[in-house]
């Protein structure tokens, strides 16, 4: 099995939609369960400023996976950061796609764009992905208490960065 990262492109909003019908992939993130198709097309037809959007394809170029790093090119003291927030549809987890979107960002980030820090907000009970993020050398720098409500309670959140030296 071979994983393709490339940009993402306005036509890939079904393939979003679909990432986000998996429970998964809405108990991780800060998305709602019953995501539109036409919601993700507006969003993925207008970028805002400073969006490197990378979508992870498998067999034959079937979107499973997203990952956004957000810059910020017009806020001068902040260039030198990006946000990323990621998920992989649910029934292709645990095989490798989100370390390819990952392993992609960072590459970005470090040889192309020259960001120094790379920032990312998880729930503090999400193993794996905690791991993921750590196995690229990130941190936990704080907890967010009560920072969502995720199906019918709060849960709190850890940021985490990862800065090159
Ligand atoms: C978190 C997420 C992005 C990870 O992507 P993935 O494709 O499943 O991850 P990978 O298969 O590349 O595995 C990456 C690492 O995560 C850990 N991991 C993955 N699945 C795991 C599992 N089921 N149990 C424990 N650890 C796991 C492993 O440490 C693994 O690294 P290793 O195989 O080198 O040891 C993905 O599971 C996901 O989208 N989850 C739902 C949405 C979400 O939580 N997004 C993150 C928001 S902060």
């Not at 910020?72 to 390819?100: C, E, L, N, Y």
């Not at 729930?123 to 208490?145: H, W």
Request: hydrophobic residues 40%; contains cysteine; proline residues 5%.
């Amino acid at each position: 099995m071979s994983i393709t990262i490339r940009r993402t492109e306005p036509s890939d909003y079904e393939a979003m939609q679909h990432i986000f019908t998996g429970p998964q992939a809405v108990w991780g993130t800060l998305q709602l369960p019953f995501p539109s198709a036409e919601q993700w097309r507006k969003r993925l037809a207008e970028p805002p400023e400073g969006l490197f959007g990378l979508v992870a394809c498998v067999d034959n170029n079937e979107v499973v996976g997203q990952l956004d790093l957000h810059t910020f090119p017009s806020r001068p003291r902040r260039r030198h950061v990006g946000q990323i927030g990621m998920a992989v549809r649910d029934d292709w987890q645990g095989k490798g796609v989100g370390t390819a979107l990952m392993q992609a960002a960072v590459d970005l980030a470090d040889k192309w764009l020259n960001l120094t820090r790379l920032e990312l907000e998880v729930y503090i009970d999400n193993g794996p992905a905690i791991r993921l993020y750590e196995k690229f050398g990130f941190t936990i720098e704080g907890t967010l208490v009560d920072y969502a409500f995720r199906d019918g309670q709060y849960v709190d959140t850890y940021t985490m960065a990862r800065l090159r030296k």
